[in-house]
C-alpha cells in the first residue's frame, strides 16, 4: 500500500533554515501536497508540487523527486510562529484516496 | 468567506448511540473528504467523494458512513459509535481530487465512553 515517512520531531533556531524530509512508497500519485497544523487548530495547505522540482512560496518552498520517492518543505527565516507540525500528502492515482504521513513536529527556539 | 464548517465542535456520547456530524462547504468544490486524527497517526482519510452520490471508502472506513446528496453537504454518520472511535474528526473539501490545496473545517472533537 501506500505510505509516506516524515521525521517525528525536528529541532531549529529562530532565524535558521529548516528542511523536512518525506518519503514515501507508492504506485502512482498526482502531487505530494504540504499542510501546516498549529496545536488545536485545522491543517492550513502551504504547497503542491505536481511535477519534479522546487516550488517556492515566501518563506517556505516545496520539492519533489519522483525518481527518487522523496520530497521536502524547506522553512527559511525561522520564526516562533513556525512552531507546529507539519504533514506531507498525496493524492493517489487509480483511485481518489488522499494519504498523509504522520507528521513531523517543529520546535523553534529562541 | 470560503469555509468549511462542521457540527458539532465537541460531542460526548456513549456506546451505541447513533450521531451524525455535519460538515458543509461553500466553495462549490467537487472533492470532499473525513479525516480522523490520533496522536502519532496523522490524518487518515475516513472516505471521500467525488461530487454528489459518488463516494469511496478511504484507509478507515470501518464503523461510518457518509452520504452526497448536495454538493456542498458531507455528514458523516456513525450508526452504533465505539470507544475506538474517540478522536478528532476533520472534514476537508477541494476543487480536485486528491492532496492538492485541501480547505479542512475546524474540526469535531468527539468521545464515546
Known amino acids: 500500500g501506500q505510505s509516506l515517512e516524515q521525521p517525528s520531531e525536528v529541532t531549529a533556531v529562530e532565524g535558521a533554515i529548516v528542511q523536512i524530509n518525506c518519503t514515501y512508497q507508492t504506485s502512482g500519485f498526482y502531487g505530494l501536497s504540504w499542510y501546516q497544523q498549529h496545536d488545536g487548530g485545522a491543517p492550513t495547505f502551504l504547497s503542491y508540487n505536481a511535477l519534479d522540482g522546487l516550488e517556492e512560496t515566501g518563506r517556505f518552498s516545496s520539492f519533489l523527486s519522483r525518481s527518487d520517492s522523496y520530497g521536502y518543505l524547506l522553512l527559511q527565516e525561522l520564526q516562533m510562529k513556525d512552531s507546529a507540525s507539519y504533514f506531507c500528502?498525496?493524492?493517489?492515482?487509480?483511485?481518489?484516496?488522499?494519504?498523509f504521513g504522520a507528521g513531523t513536529r517543529l520546535f523553534v527556539k529562541a | 468567506e470560503a469555509q468549511v464548517t462542521q457540527n458539532p465542535r465537541y460531542l460526548i456520547t456513549v456506546t451505541g448511540k447513533k450521531l451524525t456530524v455535519t460538515c458543509s462547504q461553500n466553495?462549490?468544490?467537487?472533492?470532499m473528504s473525513w479525516y480522523r486524527q490520533d496522536p502519532g497517526l496523522g490524518l487518515r482519510q475516513i472516505y471521500y467523494?467525488?461530487?454528489?452520490?459518488?463516494?469511496d471508502k478511504g484507509d478507515v472506513p470501518e464503523g461510518y458512513k457518509v452520504s452526497r446528496k448536495e454538493k456542498r453537504n458531507f455528514p458523516l454518520i456513525l450508526e452504533s459509535p465505539s470507544p475506538n472511535q474517540t478522536s478528532l474528526y476533520f472534514c476537508?473539501?477541494?476543487?480536485?481530487?486528491?492532496?492538492?490545496?485541501?480547505?479542512f473545517g475546524p474540526g469535531t472533537r468527539l468521545t464515546v465512553t
Open positions: 500528502a498525496l493524492g493517489e492515482t487509480g483511485g481518489f484516496k488522499t494519504i
Open positions: 476537508a473539501s477541494s476543487f480536485t481530487q486528491g492532496a492538492s490545496e485541501q480547505y
Open positions: 466553495m462549490n468544490h467537487e472533492y
Open positions: 467523494s467525488m461530487n454528489v452520490e459518488v463516494t
